[in-house]
């Protein structure tokens, strides 16, 4: 091969080798998100897919402060919404995912008592995340709003920063907590063998529907909107139900 288009040959490798794209994810997406992104490179090699995680509120505050950001993954609609009604997301957020809540105990305790365990004298620390920034802690105080529990177990509450740490605390420092279903899939999870859960019923909170928004950092990116479609994908569809999320079909 001529020197001259060997050398045309390595700069264009090295051009799609360059390429990335930056993901905000919500926490509680951070187990489903690896297998999307191994699938998605599948697709596309080339593409480095950069993850950031944390609570929704705290990387929505991050954007808004010109953080550089491709697309946002929220754990609700409506903090992408606002972002796109303020002028902070090039695209109307559609949802990619539904979640769900559970009530989760380490230590097996019996929980076909359902909310009214919450009240239990042996219940001494209830792990939520913080309702301020993550719409699962949001989700949580409806749900104990609704039940008329709220009052009896406020001082019970403990404050995670986003649902991936009301998972640690749920492990660590509490008898009980409420954190995504999704969060189940993880490799810690797989491993407590005497933890028990069951789901919070749905009546009781809004509807946790995800959705997903294109940030004005990926305004001139094809590779931002090549991983925002694929989100879409009867594959990415599929991975997302694997691990405890509904999907439109």
Do not use: C
Not at 33 to 46: G, L, Q, R, T, V
Not at 59 to 77: E, T
Not at 187 to 213: F, H, N, R, S
């Amino acid at each position: 091969m001529p020197i001259k288009y060997l050398v045309l040959l390595v700069l264009f490798l090295t051009s799609l080798q360059a390429k990335s794209v930056t993901i905000a994810v919500a926490a509680n997406v951070s187990y489903a998100i690896n297998s999307i992104k191994d699938a998605f490179n599948k697709e596309y090699p080339y593409t480095k897919v950069n993850i950031i995680l944390g609570s929704t509120g705290k990387l929505v505050a991050l954007i808004k402060n010109g953080a550089p950001y491709d697309i946002l993954m929220a754990a609700d609609m409506h903090y992408p919404t606002a972002l796109y009604k303020d002028g902070f997301a090039l695209t109307k957020p559609k949802v990619y995912a539904r979640g769900s809540l559970i009530l989760f105990s380490k230590e097996g305790l019996d929980l076909s008592k359902g909310l009214s365990l919450l009240n239990d004298s042996k219940v001494k620390k209830i792990a939520i995340a913080n309702p301020k920034t993550a719409p699962y802690g949001k989700a949580t105080i409806e749900a104990l709003k609704k039940s008329q529990l709220l009052k009896v177990v406020q001082k019970k509450l403990i404050y995670a920063q986003s649902a991936s740490q009301a998972v640690t605390y749920s492990l660590k420092v509490a008898n009980l907590g409420f954190i995504p279903k999704s969060t189940l899939y993880s490799p810690l999870m797989q491993k407590q063998k005497e933890a028990k859960w069951i789901e919070v019923d749905p009546t009781l909170y809004t509807p946790i529907e995800q959705g997903a928004t294109l940030l004005p950092h990926a305004k001139s990116s094809s590779e931002a909107k090549k991983f925002y479609d694929f989100l879409y994908s009867k594959e990415a569809k599929a991975i997302f139900q694997k691990y405890g999320y509904s999907v439109d079909e």
